[in-house]
């Protein structure tokens, strides 16, 4: 662990060789004035908006809408099976006896058909668990945008004007439309092999739009708070809400920070069923093919973007992870590091100096845009053939910033926050789904 020193609180920082971004980015997080003792950075953190990704950021009496990430909830979801991955990677028997398609290309062709990736939608129906949730952060945004005296806007940029008035309507429609659906970017429903030669199912996804909702409306609110509350940002990423009374102008910023509380505890429970639900949508896909091998039962379902209130260093704070995961004694973890390399399911160690965390995932080594221009194409295919695996969507060319060129060595990871988490299964890529838009017209799996 490397200590970084600057104006504010220090910066503990487990990323080898993180880079300068990052660093200026984790420095202007430990200068706010409601930082709690130092900050922290994982194994693998790298630049973001306003905090680095796999930034650990304590507040006191304070939360910020950015610490905690525009994907609210973000995560990761685990559930082990029964079955082999011999059995996955034969074909699969016809009635006639006749030899099937492998059962690999079989079911994530029905998992790719099933399951809605990138800006697609279910249509909306009755659904009790999610209308319960959105109605609790719908009523905390509309008791926030009274307070602020800030409309609600669809617009992702500190302008309201930039985009649409968002009205209750909206919102739920698309709650209800994008509940069990993977999204894109770096999201992605994968079978893995696991050590002992049984098959994982794992997903990556989060909160969808409506998290990105309730980030950009709060975080134009914190703005505004820390405008009329004379609190100069070296980055508009930063700003935050204060959870007590505040005497910056005529507003309740307080109860704005309280909203914001409650609206981010819906999303994430949002985030986890909409993974809960994707999860179980594969599981039916494998078992209408090999029958009772999924093992809900022993199901990870774990959030890397969130803020928890919790004890650390004598006082209670406000734990940002964005882009990090809680690794408290025992706790279990997911770490995943791209589908050409696996993943880890891990374990907890409750290191205080990380705040009892770990981080996500391998992280990226290079952005999406470096990635398209430099990585070739064929030669990351052929990395994944190596390994065994093979990556469906909806546009192979869309996925190239996410091949495994683009990330950071797993095992090194690993072995940085050694102190962090300890490993207790190793998986294999055997077949990945990514959550990749539609380019053009032509669709190819």
């Keep these: ?99 099937g398609p492998e059962a690999r290309d079989d079911v994530m062709t029905a998992v790719a058909t099933t399951i809605p990736s990138g800006t697609g939608t279910r249509t909306p129906t009755e659904a009790p668990d999610v209308d319960a949730l959105i109605g609790q952060a719908w009523d905390a945004l509309v008791e926030a945008a009274r307070l602020s005296g800030l409309p609600l806007s669809t617009s992702q940029t500190p302008v309201a004007a930039a985009g649409r008035p968002l009205d209750r309507n909206a919102f739920h429609t698309r709650a209800r439309a994008q509940a069990g659906t993977l999204g894109s970017g770096n999201h992605f429903i994968e079978l893995l092999r696991g050590d002992d030669g049984t098959v994982a199912v794992m997903l990556h996804s989060g909160s969808r739009g409506a998290g990105a909702q309730i980030c950009n409306n709060f975080h134009r609110m914190a703005l505004k708070h820390c405008a009329a509350a004379g609190v100069t940002l070296p980055d508009p990423g930063l700003a935050w809400l204060p959870l007590v009374d505040s005497d910056a102008g005529d507003r309740d910023w307080a109860a704005v920070g309280r909203a914001y509380v409650r609206a981010l505890k819906a999303a994430l429970e949002y985030a986890r069923l909409n993974r809960d639900r994707m999860l179980r949508d594969v599981g039916t896909i494998l078992e209408q093919r090999f029958p009772a091998v999924m093992r809900f039962d022993d199901m990870v379902n774990i959030h890397h973007n969130d803020a928890t209130l919790e004890e650390h260093y004598g006082a209670q704070v406000w734990v940002h992870r964005k882009g990090a995961v809680k690794a408290a004694v025992g706790t279990d973890t997911i770490i995943p590091g791209s589908m050409a390399t696996g993943s880890y399911q891990g374990r907890g160690l409750g290191n205080r100096e990380a705040f009892e965390s770990c981080s996500h995932g391998a992280g990226r080594r290079m952005s999406r845009g470096q990635a398209r221009r430099t990585l070739d194409h064929d030669e990351q295919l052929r990395l994944l053939s190596r390994v065994g695996s093979k990556v469906f969507a909806a546009s192979v060319d869309a996925v190239l910033d996410e091949m495994g060129g683009a990330y950071k060595d797993l095992d090194e990871v690993m072995r940085a926050q050694a102190d962090l988490v300890e490993p207790v299964r190793r998986f294999s890529p055997v077949a990945t789904y990514k959550g990749a838009d539609v380019r053009g017209r032509r669709r190819r799996r």
């Design 1 to 99: 662990m490397e200590i970084l020193t600057g104006p504010g609180v220090p910066v503990y920082s487990w990323a080898p060789a993180l880079e300068e971004g990052a660093r200026t980015q984790a420095r202007h997080c430990a200068g706010l004035p409601v930082t709690h003792h130092h900050v922290a950075v994982m194994a693998d953190g790298h630049q973001g908006y306003g905090v680095p990704i796999g930034a650990v950021l304590p507040l006191r009496d304070a939360i910020s809408p950015y610490a905690v990430g525009n994907d609210i909830g973000c995560g990761m979801a685990l559930v082990p099976t029964t079955l082999g991955a011999d059995d996955l990677l034969a074909p699969l028997p016809r009635a006639s006896g006749a030899r």
